[in-house]
């Protein structure tokens, strides 16, 4: 598949089949994924590959703690958004509403819960970082991210990156014995997407190029 052709096609999936995903094929994916860029050649990402009856328990643990907290998806911004920021997310989650409406869900509960759920995947990434690098090393673990959910799609399967866990990392470093001096900078969904599922004909929309960069010529 052509590289263009895998980034048009490539999208967040929110169901997900049980069909199990081989330790064969994750390895695959993440040796390509790593081949990302990094500063210095660094390479500061770490990898935890949830699977099984480990990745239910950490859906459990999750969702529990979700239910307690009630830490919801948001963007996390430390002061004020721009409008026009605030709004794309706001049109996003408006055309995601028919397909919820559809599916008779309620619509916070689906994102939050199946976020927590990994949505249904039989896997669950989670990428961390040690807290000896500085903020800026937290661009390589996008880098790798766009890579991994990329080459994920490559091979047939479907990805969403999960930020919502993050809110409840002391959990997750609990349950998973992750040490104190790891961050988990983010998680990700994975397995063969349920096409059956309504949402997962959502396809996000995209900001006109224009009002995105300005020219200096
Ligand atoms: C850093 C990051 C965190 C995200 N966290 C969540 C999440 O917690 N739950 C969720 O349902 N989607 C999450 N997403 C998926 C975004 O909502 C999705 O990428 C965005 O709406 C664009 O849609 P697309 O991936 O289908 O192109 C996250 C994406 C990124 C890049």
Same mark, same amino acid.
């Given at each position: 598949? %052509?590289?263009?052709?895998?980034?048009?096609?490539?999208k967040s999936f929110r169901a997900f &089949?049980?069909?199990?995903?081989?330790?064969?094929?994750?390895?695959?994916?993440? &040796?390509? !994924?790593?081949? !990302?860029? *990094?500063?210095?050649?660094?390479?500061?990402?770490?990898?935890?590959? @949830?699977?099984?009856?480990?990745? #239910?328990?950490? *859906?459990?643990?999750?969702?529990?703690?979700?239910?307690?907290?009630?830490? +919801? /998806?948001? $963007?996390?911004?430390?002061?004020?958004?721009?409008?026009?920021?605030?709004?794309?997310? !706001?049109?996003?989650?408006?055309?995601m509403?028919?397909f919820f %409406?559809?599916m008779? @869900?309620? $619509?916070?509960?689906f994102i939050?819960?199946g976020s /927590?759920n990994f949505y249904g995947a039989?896997?669950?990434?989670?990428? /961390?970082?040690?807290? +000896?690098? $500085?903020?800026?090393?937290?661009?390589?673990?996008?880098?790798?991210?766009?890579?991994?959910?990329?080459?994920?799609?490559?091979?047939?399967?479907g990805?969403c990156?999960i930020?919502?866990?993050?809110?409840?990392?002391?959990?997750?470093?609990?349950?998973?014995?992750?040490? %104190?001096?790891?961050?988990?900078?983010?998680?990700?969904a994975?397995?063969?997407p349920d096409?059956?599922s309504p949402i997962n004909?959502f396809?996000? $929309?995209? #900001?006109?190029? #224009?009002?995105?960069?300005?020219?200096?010529?």
């Open positions: 598949m %052509e590289l263009i052709t895998a980034i048009q096609e490539r &089949k049980s069909d199990p995903v081989s330790k064969g094929t994750i390895e695959k994916i993440l &040796k390509l !994924a790593t081949q !990302a860029p *990094s500063a210095i050649n660094l390479q500061p990402w770490e990898f935890i590959a @949830v699977t099984g009856e480990e990745k #239910e328990r950490l *859906s459990r643990r999750l969702i529990k703690a979700y239910r307690e907290k009630q830490i +919801s /998806c948001g $963007p996390g911004n430390v002061k004020p958004m721009p409008k026009t920021v605030t709004l794309r997310g !706001a049109k996003t989650l408006q055309l509403n028919p %409406e559809e008779g @869900v309620n $619509p916070d509960r939050n819960e /927590c039989p896997v669950a990434i989670l990428i /961390c970082l040690d807290d +000896s690098f $500085p903020k800026s090393r937290l661009v390589d673990i996008g880098i790798v991210l766009g890579y991994f959910i990329l080459v994920a799609h490559e091979f047939g399967l990805t990156p930020g919502l866990i993050t809110a409840y990392e002391d959990e997750i470093k609990d349950l998973l014995n992750i040490p %104190e001096n790891k961050r988990v900078v983010i998680g990700v994975l397995g063969y096409l059956n004909r396809k996000s $929309p995209r #900001e006109d190029l #224009e009002t995105l960069i300005r020219w200096i010529d």
